[in-house]
Every structure is written in C-alpha cells, then in structure tokens.
C-alpha cells in the first residue's frame, strides 16, 4: 500500500481555532487588542524592544529597509540564494539589489564573498536564516552597514531574531509560524516608529510609497497561537530532521546524496537534499512517482545583472525540499526515507 505525503501540512488545532473564534467573536477584526498581544510576544522572544506586525514578510522588509533609511539610488546586499520577496523589498525602495553567493555548507550569505560587492552606495545587508540554519550575522555586522537578520525560516532559537540591527519574519501559511499571511519588523523604539507611521495610510498626504500594511486581528490571534506553540513545533521537526539523518547517512557522500549540515545550532524548517548526477526536477517527478511530494525551496529569481554566484547556481539547480513538518507521521517518515533510498540506490 502506498501513502501519499504532501510536501507541506498545516499544524493547527483546538488552541488555534479557539484563538481565531474568540477574535471573530470580540468585534474587533482589525486596530483591536490581538495585534499589540502578538507584538508584545514577539518583542520579549526576540529581546528587542518592540515588534510591529505588518501585512506580510516582504512588507515587514519593504518598511525596515525604509526605516533604516534605504532610498532611491542605494544598494543592498542580498543573498543570491533566498526568495525573490528580497529583491521586490529592494527594488520597492527605489533600491538596488546586489546578489551576494552564499556557503555550501548551509546554503547562507557568505560574509567572505561580501567585500567585492560593497560599494559607496551600499545601504545594508539582509541575511536569511536559509531552511532554520543561523546565519552568521557577527560576521556581516563587521562591514559596518546596517544588517537585516530575516526570520522567516528560523526564529527564536539559536539567536537568531536578536542578533541585527532589525529583523523581520513571515507568517504565510507554510512558515515556521504560519496564520495564513503577515509579518513583523523586530527592532528599537525609532525604526518601530517609523513601521508604525507607514504601515497605516490613514489620515496622511497621498504617497505612492504609502501603502496598507496592516495586519488584521483575526491573523494576530493565529500568529500568536503558533508563537506559543513554537518550541513544541521546533522539537517536533528536529525529531524527524533526527529520523532522516540517521536513516539516509549511509547514502551520503560517495553514496551520491547530500545531505544538510545539522552541525549547528540550527532549526529545521526545510529539509534540502541534493542527489548527485540529478537536477531537482528529476528528483522531484521521480519522489512524486513513489506517492511523495517534494519541492523546490526556493524559486530562482536573478538577472543577468546578478552576476554568475556559483554556490546559489548549484542550490537553485539541485536543492530538494523533504516533507518536515510537525505532523508527519512515522508511517510517512517511513515512505519518504524508503522513496529516498530507492532513488538513490536505483
Ligand atoms: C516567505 C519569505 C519572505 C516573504 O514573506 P511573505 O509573508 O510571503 O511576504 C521573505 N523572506 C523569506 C526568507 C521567506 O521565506
């Protein structure tokens, strides 16, 4: 008998639908007590003096690159490898985006490729926490701009939220911490301010750049049961990261899989392989045809102007995403670990 494994499930229950209830339930939708309770949570996670929930992730950016002072004519550093939310950020500002390759050993900028990319114009730095392994934002601070940590993928474990200037995360669906869609900005009172002032248009000057970032109270109450959820749906992931490390280690290396690098601290959001000799399409029909749904992470969004970025070249042609989510089942862990080795040995 086979099972079909969807590459991404919801974890959602009684705390969540109880939480949305009682929002549906308090009159307020929107401007109510539920946005200020996720800010307050995030803030003390984080350890930063305030957190602003926004409408999305790319909006948390768009306003923290504007906070920070990113305007028409400036360069920002971005990964070559992360979603292309980065760039639209950037490029929203007036801004350039300037990609940067990252390591091989966890797909993140990489701090010595920085330097040669840096010029006058250079405004700020934004490093993703790819797939819940922390990037290495001590490094980047170094160059001495503004460094924009994004939390998407991995957030408060192994500093990662509290470490940059501002950091943003995500709550769309499929996030570490899902409601559906939202973000926040994580940072000090003044760039709070300014979020505060410009995810609201109301009662201001008409401005192209002013849009409606709000984040309604029904999302909040949903982002914040699953931050109160975070360290049980982090455990529950490093346990089936744990599984598939163990069953699919005799297969890497010379056996033609690579595996990600669980040596630090890490979260696991996402589970990337690579099979040697295959691009991800091939490997992703081929686990489709054994009842697994697999994906790949990240969706390759450069221009020519980008420049080659080898290491992000690589990740965008092989990467493979696992099913690793809280509710996948031994049984489906099981079927992932057997399509995988059956590729793999084929
Ligand atoms: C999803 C994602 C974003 C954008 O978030 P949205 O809420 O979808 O706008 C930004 N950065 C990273 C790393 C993401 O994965």
């Given amino acids: 008998m086979t099972i079909a494994v969807p590459h991404n499930r919801l974890t959602h229950g009684a705390r969540e639908a109880e939480a949305v209830a009682a929002a549906v339930a308090s009159g307020y939708w929107a401007g109510g007590p539920r ?10 996670r984080a350890r ?4 602003v929930a926004v409408g999305s992730g790319l909006g948390a950016l768009r306003l923290a690159l504007r906070g920070l002072g990113v305007a028409p004519g400036d360069e920002v550093v971005v990964p070559a490898y ?12 007036g801004a350039r985006p300037v990609a940067v390759d990252v390591t091989p050993a966890d797909w993140n900028l990489d701090p010595a490729k920085v330097e040669a990319a840096l010029s006058r114009a250079s405004k700020a730095i934004v490093a993703v926490h790819t797939f819940g392994a922390p990037a290495d934002v001590a490094a980047l601070k170094a160059f001495g ?21 501002v950091a943003i995360t995500s709550f769309y669906a499929t ?3 899902g409601a559906g869609e939202g973000g926040a900005v994580l940072c000090d009172a003044p760039i709070a301010g300014f979020v505060r002032q ?10 192209g750049t002013r849009l409606n970032d709000k984040m309604s109270d029904i999302t909040a109450a949903l982002a914040l049961s ?8 982090v455990a529950r992931r490093a346990n089936i990261a744990g599984r598939y490390d163990a069953a699919l280690a005799p297969l890497a290396g010379s056996g033609g899989l690579t595996l990600p690098g669980s040596t630090a601290a890490r979260v696991w959001y996402r589970y990337p392989i690579e099979v040697a000799g295959r691009d991800a399409a091939s490997v992703i029909a081929a686990l489709a045809a054994k009842g697994i749904g697999a994906a790949e992470p990240v969706w390759d969004w450069r221009t020519a102007e980008q420049g080659t970025c080898a290491v992000a070249a690589r990740a965008y042609r092989g990467l493979v995403s696992l099913p690793l989510y809280p509710t996948l089942s031994a049984d489906e862990q099981d079927a992932v ?3 995988v080795k059956m590729l793999v040995l084929d």
Avoid: T
Wanted: aromatic residues 4%; hydrophobic residues 45%.
């Fill in 35 to 44: 946005v200020g309770s996720l800010e307050a949570a995030l803030a003390e």
């Fill in 337 to 339: 670990i057997a399509a």
């Fill in 82 to 93: 992360s979603c292309v939310a980065l760039a639209n950020a950037v490029l929203a500002c």
């Fill in 48 to 51: 930063r003096p305030a957190a």
């Fill in 175 to 177: 996030k570490l911490m």
């Fill in 226 to 233: 699953q931050l109160q959820r975070l360290d049980e749906l």
């Fill in 198 to 207: 410009w995810r609201d248009y109301g009662d201001q000057q008409p401005d």
């Fill in 145 to 165: 701009l503004p460094v924009v940590e994004d939390c998407a993928h991995g957030f408060g474990h192994a500093g990662m939220g509290d470490r940059s200037d």
